[in-house]
């Protein structure tokens, strides 16, 4: 068997007094793009802090390329190649989206390989290019999600936390947003996606798991994941 890429195990964490998340198990193989999706307040956010480090966790362990990373700081799992697009986007909104791409690649000095990295993120997202000198402040939402994909994928993670990427988005901006994961994860960057729209993010995704109150209630392969009565209920809009 293959070691995970990134394997959770018995994860805890807390804060304020709320065990928010309540001793979860999850792992994602290298090269999947595996989604967690749930309701609003379900831990999924605060299981993706835990796992960068952002919020302490209580117990548990987290591997990441066979490497125990539990409680590292952020700026090192940066360097190791881990990477997160944080909910709500976070981009530099003073700094011109040039500038942006190039906070991704602090931790980089081969500027060769930058300067190429930076036409691969104008490949993915044209408008980007078009507004290369604009600040980030005045984008739309929508562009500012590319800009912080972009910006992510400027430090070459080989794992990708994607938070809420649709959050807010125009749906014409969710789409395009969404082929995009599709396009990074074809290019063999491993995936970890959090989303509230679980129809979308199990049909891009080859594995999901599903969170409720702190706990993984149901995972498999997104395709049996869609077609369940339970989640087709409670996340697609039917009846069950």
Avoid at 51 to 59: A, D, E, M, R, V
Wanted: glycine fraction near 12%.
């Amino acid at each position: 068997m293959t070691t995970p890429l990134l394997e959770l195990k018995d994860l805890q964490v807390a804060y304020g007094g709320i065990q928010a998340v309540k001793g979860i198990d999850l792992s994602v193989d290298q090269g999947e793009l595996v989604c967690l999706i749930g309701a609003n307040g379900a831990g999924k956010t605060t299981t993706l802090k835990g796992i960068t480090g952002l919020q302490p966790i209580k117990s548990g362990k987290i591997h990441y390329a066979g490497e125990d990373i539990t409680g590292k700081p952020a700026f090192q799992l940066v360097r190791k190649g881990l990477s997160m697009v944080p909910e709500g986007r976070g981009v530099f909104g003073a700094l011109t989206i040039e500038e942006n791409l190039a906070m991704g690649a602090y931790a980089r000095d081969d500027r060769a390989a930058i300067k190429d990295d930076v036409e691969r993120v104008f490949g993915l997202f044209p408008r980007l290019k078009e507004r290369r000198k604009q600040t980030a402040g005045t984008l739309s939402g929508g562009e500012q999600q590319m800009l912080a994909m972009g910006r992510a994928l400027m430090s070459r993670p080989k794992l990708l936390l994607l938070d809420e990427p649709s959050m807010g988005l125009a749906p014409l901006m969710v789409q395009k947003v969404f082929e995009t994961v599709m396009a990074v994860s074809k290019e063999g960057v491993t995936i970890l996606l959090i989303e509230q729209n679980a129809k979308l993010a199990l049909e891009v995704s080859s594995r999901g798991y599903v969170m409720e109150s702190g706990e993984i209630t149901l995972q498999g392969k997104a395709k049996q994941l869609l077609s369940d009565p339970k989640v087709r209920a409670a996340y697609l809009g039917e009846a069950a």
